[in-house]
């Protein structure tokens, strides 16, 4: 109902016979916190029909990758917005839609619009003198070859106003394009979208032997840029302390090797990992401890009942944190195999937002890549964070032993606080009953 009305309202604005069954497609929110995504791939082509639940396309958020269906029967009339743009806030215009039947001719001249239509929010130090707004792009001209550079335009006096589309403006800052010398083809000498996609720079004329900078600038994904703002304000604004023990992993690798073996008589794919044992002994350390297992709310420490375990997963394009539901509740077997599922759709990119916000409690595993010891960021609003280094033989003192000395599996974990809700003895507390079961794995079977 909301969609037909939106398309209603939308068709009031245009009167002529010809266009008036044409309407604007908007970027959608895909979280209640996403004010900008990157379009990642149209999975229909221009003048292609879709029906209600096909995949429109694919946009790309701070942490997945996600599909887009349509909600009605229609047509894809065209593109605004092509595949690759990233920091398109929501809201924009990303296509144009149309029915069944719907003559499709004024798509084009209705793109140019919404491409070009000036942002809804002023810019800063936006001039009072009102310019004509243009009704539709004037013709292009030949096209420049991508392998010339285009024509050199003299580069505007300092402070001088560049006019140039909203489009024009993300494209040329995401690609490090001076739109100062670009020549613009829209309306009045406007900068679009084509004039930043065509621009070449000028051949360089410094002398032969000028040294030239070895480095390669690479563009900051929209999950890259989140994960720094929200570490920084991690860092920044909680209070952290840091709580560091050693565990004896004998019993678990011998427990996992018996595991192991029984179940690969039934089934060669299954394996129990460590980090299997130890995301049971956190849900279990956290029934203990339930203060650990809290959040900081501003106004009130929220105390959960269930153990919603994040795990951090390193993919292609950043740090992302699947959560493994009620995980106190459940089996060493099950927690292998969602944490195994969890994690290969967080690395093709197929996390659903249910899958990846929320959580109690995180983990931040870095022992296959032979870390021996690290510390962790707390991921707000969570309260604890428990980093997790790389187990290794080590020598202890053994006076039962003739030696006097035995060689121990030894494996060191960190435990990030936030001081606002866990307090220094109630992390201690934490830490024993956490060590407690990885060094004693049967008392989380019974």
């Excluded at 335009?153 to 100062?180: M, N, Q, Y």
């Excluded at 840029?225 to 302390?241: A, D």
Aim: charged letters at 25%; a neutral charge.
């Amino acid at each position: 109902m909301a969609s037909s009305l939106a398309r209603i309202a939308a068709r009031s604005l245009h009167t002529s016979s010809r266009r008036h069954a044409l309407s604007r497609f908007a970027m959608p929110a895909m979280s209640p916190t996403m004010t900008e995504g990157g379009i990642a791939a149209w999975k229909k082509k221009e003048g292609e029909a879709f029906s209600a639940g096909d995949v429109l396309l694919e946009i790309e958020t701070d942490k997945a990758t996600i599909d887009v269906e349509a909600q009605d029967d229609g047509v894809l009339a065209k593109i605004i917005i092509p595949d690759g743009t990233k920091n398109v806030s929501v809201g924009s215009p990303i296509a144009i839609v149309a029915e069944e039947g719907d003559d499709l001719s004024g798509a084009a001249q209705m793109a140019s619009e919404a491409a070009t239509q000036p942002s809804s929010e002023p810019t800063a130090k936006e001039e009072s003198k009102p310019s004509s707004p243009p009704t539709s792009e004037a013709p292009p001209k030949d096209p420049v070859p991508e392998s010339q550079p285009q024509e050199a335009k003299p580069e505007l006096a300092k402070g001088d106003r560049i006019f140039a589309s909203p489009i024009a403006k993300k494209i040329a800052l995401e690609r490090g394009v001076p739109l100062s010398k670009v020549q613009g083809t829209g309306p009045e000498g406007r900068i679009i979208r084509e004039d930043v996609e065509k621009y070449q720079p000028p051949v360089s004329t410094a002398a032969p032997g000028t040294p030239t900078a070895e480095y390669v600038d690479i563009p900051i994904s929209n999950m890259r840029k989140v994960i720094g703002t929200r570490l920084t304000q991690s860092k920044q604004e909680l209070p952290h302390y840091y709580l560091t023990v050693e565990i004896n992993m004998d019993k678990v690798l011998k427990l996992r090797e018996v595991f192991n073996k029984t179940l690969g008589e039934k089934d060669k794919a299954a394996k129990l990992s460590v980090n299997d044992f130890i995301l049971k002994a956190v849900a279990c350390a956290l029934a203990d401890v339930p203060e650990a297992n809290s959040a900081w709310l501003g106004e009130v420490i929220r105390q959960y009942s269930k153990a919603d375990i994040s795990v951090a997963v390193a993919t292609p394009t950043g740090l992302i944190t699947p959560i493994v539901k009620d995980v106190g509740s459940k089996g060493l077997a099950t927690i292998s195999a969602e944490t195994k599922g969890l994690a290969k759709k967080a690395r093709d990119g197929k996390l659903t937002p249910q899958e990846y916000q929320g959580g109690t409690f995180t983990v931040s595993n870095l022992g296959m890549f032979d870390i021996d010891h690290f510390t962790a960021i707390i991921n707000p609003p969570q309260s604890c964070i428990l980093a997790v280094g790389s187990t290794r033989p080590s020598i202890v003192p053994a006076p039962d032993e003739d030696r006097g000395f035995k060689t121990v599996n030894i494996m060191k974990v960190t435990l990030s606080s936030d001081h606002r809700v866990v307090d220094g003895a109630v992390g201690a507390r934490w830490m024993a009953a956490f060590k407690g079961y990885l060094e004693n794995p049967l008392t989380f079977m019974l």
